[in-house]
């Protein structure tokens, strides 16, 4: 089980302070907040994608990279990574070079962006948002797998003879997560492949990221990639924690009232009772927290949202404090004792490559001298003697 | 096989909802959509069959509709709203008239509903304003707002200003509404539009209150998610 913390990257005014920080500041407090979700323990850090203030994270690939070089057991994620607007051919190049310069210590969870402008600034359109969505992690999944690959398809330039650099790492395709709050296909999708299935679990209640999650178990388990309880489920939550409930409540609610998404709207008493959010002690975060174990079963990573809505670098930092002394081990210890042996263990790169080569040593792509092209002759890599070329047809 | 007109049901027993959007207390919405339900429970008594009345007064919603329409999330008191409309064989709403339209709670109330929540459930359309100024109001804009929703609006509106309620004229519009929505109950061809139909309207997954929740796999979109490149575009023009 991984526990993290996700950021949505968004630059709030702090409504106490009335204080916006600048993105300069907010990029720093970022990663220092990354940093510090290292030193209390937690195993995950994960960041959104936005293209339009007031948000900073337009370039994922890069703040991760530097949180992985000051970090060491830190896995650095997204949440999610655009599989719309983005090219699949950028995200398989950008995410395979932070893996390599991770050593592994990244994954991804791909999401469609529900920011309507964002579509036609990328060329794309969000009526076609699903289709889209499905096609480009198509296109990505053989990116990862396949050194060579043609490809065509309805909503990118075809391609002929193309080669993703570098190969991922120990040419193992990075660990992906495909995030939906209530679209079957993309949990079809991730079922299909053997992919991680994220649910947001911030905004509705429990049972409606249930009936997904369950029919992504059931399908997982269809298409042959082991049992239900196999499959790899991660789910998000908040939380606000103070030694006493009342305080929590006191500190959390003016950022509550003004929060972007929920703020002017519930109560900060009946969003707490209605969704995952938990405002209180140490001990009611873990209660709660367990109660997500009640209802889905063994799952592989919970993140929470601790550093939105302009709550000051201060209050997030004595927060991840709390989160790591007081909260996780208690919950590490509680759901390891109840973990099923038949459940997957959370992915890894480690564990990714042993369950490819076992004891093998891992297949390292060296490539010849350049020749202009991957169309003609055989594998652009040394090592890779079978693989088979399509040539392109004249018609 | 009987004629379903000579032998109508009975011995049934059927879920009516009334929404409400007065806001005063006593209110004469209210009291148009009681005096109309209590006459729909009577006739179908008549006839034999039980009327289980629910009432949905908005005003004790008014914040939970504030926030679904803000944030989608569905408070305790609209969930249980969602769910006696699903419940619902038939629904009286009603509504008072404020600056020639129906109030802004009751509409941002069916707002917020799912757009497939009352599909082909039979309504009566009612409506109350100080003057008789405002009659029009039900039928140019709430017989429209329930189209959207797909619903059997019955045929008689109910409108009721203030001189209405000494006459016996508005008396008798309950009482045809009354008989046209028991007989649309009755002939439940919600149900069996539902039966035939249901695949044929716009769904998403978890709508119609959380009901709609079976998952077709045999769709273009399916096999996208299972491989391979999108199906051709339809030309267009």
Redesign the interface.
């Known amino acids: 089980m991984q526990f993290g913390i996700f950021s949505v990257s968004d630059i709030t005014r702090d409504p106490v302070s009335g204080v916006t920080p600048s993105e300069a500041e907010r990029i720093d407090a970022v990663i220092r907040i990354a940093q510090k979700a290292e030193e209390v323990g937690l195993d995950v850090f994960a960041i959104g994608e936005h293209h339009n203030p007031p948000f900073f994270s337009s370039s994922p690939t890069t703040l991760l990279a530097a949180i992985a070089a000051t970090t060491k057991r830190l896995i650095v994620t997204t949440a999610t990574t655009l599989i719309t607007t983005n090219d699949p051919v950028r995200i398989a190049e950008e995410y395979a070079m932070l893996q390599h310069v991770s050593d592994g210590r990244m994954d991804l969870m791909i999401g469609r962006g529900n920011t309507a402008p964002v579509y036609p600034w990328f060329g794309a359109d969000i009526r076609q948002g699903?289709?889209?969505a499905?096609?480009n992690y198509?296109?990505l999944h053989r990116l990862w797998r396949e050194d060579v690959v043609d490809?065509?398809?309805?909503?990118r330039t075809a391609l002929q003879g193309f080669t993703s650099t570098p190969r991922p790492l120990d040419d193992v395709p990075p660990f992906v997560w495909h995030g939906s709050i209530?679209?079957?296909?993309?949990a079809?999708?991730a079922a299909?492949y053997g992919n991680g299935f994220f649910a947001n679990h911030i905004?509705?209640p429990t049972?409606?990221s249930l009936?997904?999650i369950n029919?992504y178990r059931q399908r997982f388990e269809h298409y042959g990639h082991g049992t239900k309880k196999q499959a790899i489920v991660g789910l998000g939550g908040q939380a606000y924690i103070a030694r006493k409930s009342q305080d929590a409540y006191a500190e959390f609610r003016p950022y509550f009232d003004e929060a972007p998404?929920?703020g002017?709207?519930?109560s900060l008493e009946?969003?707490s009772q209605?969704?995952p959010l938990t405002v209180g002690s140490p001990q009611e975060v873990i209660e709660k927290t367990l109660t997500f174990h009640d209802t889905f079963g063994d799952y592989q990573r919970q993140l929470f949202l601790m550093d939105h809505a302009g709550l000051p670098l201060k209050t997030v930092l004595n927060q991840l404090d709390l989160l790591g002394e007081e909260v996780i081990p208690v919950l590490r210890k509680e759901l390891e004792s109840r973990k099923d042996p038949e459940s997957a263990d959370a992915p890894t790169h480690e564990g990714l490559v042993k369950a490819k080569y076992g004891d093998q040593p891992a297949r390292q792509p060296r490539p010849n001298a350049n020749r202009g092209d991957n169309v003609t002759g055989a594998s652009p890599y040394q090592d890779s003697d079978d693989v088979q070329v399509t040539y392109p047809s004249i018609v | 096989m009987t004629n379903a007109s000579d032998q109508p049901p009975a011995g049934r027993t059927y879920h009516l909802a009334v929404v409400s959007g007065g806001t005063s207390d006593p209110s004469s919405t209210r009291l148009l959509a009681d005096r109309t339900a209590d006459r729909v429970a009577a006739l179908a008594r008549e006839r034999g069959n039980t009327v289980l009345i629910t009432t949905i007064s908005l005003r004790e919603l008014a914040p939970e509709i504030?926030?679904a329409i803000?944030?989608?999330?569905l408070?305790?008191k609209m969930t249980d709203a969602v769910e006696a409309l699903g419940r619902a064989d038939g629904l009286i709403v009603s509504t008072p008239v404020y600056k020639a339209g129906p109030s802004g709670l009751f509409t941002s109330f069916f707002q917020s509903l799912d757009n497939d929540l009352l599909i082909a459930k039979p309504v009566i359309l009612a409506a109350t304003a100080g003057t008789a100024r405002h009659a029009l109001v039900v039928d140019d804009q709430l017989r429209s707002q329930f189209a959207y929703l797909r619903t059997l609006s019955v045929p008689t509106s109910l409108f009721a200003a203030s001189e209405d309620w000494s006459s016996d004229e508005l008396t008798k519009r309950i009482d045809r509404a009354a008989t046209e929505l028991v007989l649309l109950i009755e002939a439940e061809l919600a149900t069996k539009i539902k039966e035939a139909s249901w695949h044929r309207y716009q769904h998403?997954?978890?709508s119609a209150g959380?009901a709609e929740?079976e998952?077709d796999?045999d769709t273009?979109?399916?096999r996208?998610?299972?491989?391979?490149?999108?199906?051709?575009?339809p030309p267009t023009g």
């Open positions: 699903l289709p889209l499905l096609e198509n296109l490809w065509e398809g309805q909503y209530r679209t079957p296909e993309i079809e999708q299909f905004f509705w049972s409606h009936r997904l029919f998404v929920y002017h709207g519930p009946d969003f209605m969704t | 504030g926030t803000t944030s989608q999330l408070g305790p998403s997954y978890g959380g929740t998952i796999l273009d979109l399916m996208l998610a299972t491989g391979g490149s999108a199906p051709p575009k």
